[in-house]
Nanobody, 123 residues
Framework: QLQLVESGGGLVQPGGSLRLSCAAS????????IAWFRQAPGKEREGISC????????SYADSVKGRFTISRDNAKNTVYLQMNSLKPEDTAVYYC????????????????WGKGTLVTVSS
């Protein structure tokens, strides 16, 4: 069965850090670009970061640029999202998604989705 599983969410105080993981099973992640999305209560889902299959290209939404870092370890079939300087407005369910493309990364046309992990930023 092909699936993505997110982990690492939880409750953190403003200014704190979390590292999310996106692990693949049933397929080889290195053939896919990966994107992280989030959806806050009452808001539309937004793409916040993506990384190409090789890891050589990344992209960030303005809302997280300079605070979040995406990376991948293809040997572990896992992509990470390091989140620093977290703010209450970062509270959301975070999803990873895979897109089978050779070059670059995008926030549409994803082939596989995870079920999400909840991040709550609150004091």
């Amino acid at each position: 069965q092909l699936q993505l599983v997110e982990s690492g969410g939880g409750l953190v105080q403003p200014g704190g850090s979390l590292r999310l993981s996106c692990a693949a099973s049933g397929f080889i992640l290195e053939s896919y670009a990966i994107a992280w999305f989030r959806q806050a209560p009452g808001k539309e889902r937004e793409g916040i970061s993506c990384i190409s299959s090789s890891g050589g290209s990344t992209s960030y939404a303005d809302s997280v640029k300079g605070r979040f870092t995406i990376s991948r370890d293809n040997a572990k079939n896992t992509v990470y999202l390091q989140m620093n300087s977290l703010k209450p407005e970062d509270t959301a369910v975070y999803y990873c998604a895979a897109d089978r493309r050779v070059l670059g990364c995008v926030f549409y046309g994803m082939d596989y989705w995870g079920k999400g992990t909840l991040v709550t930023v609150s004091s």
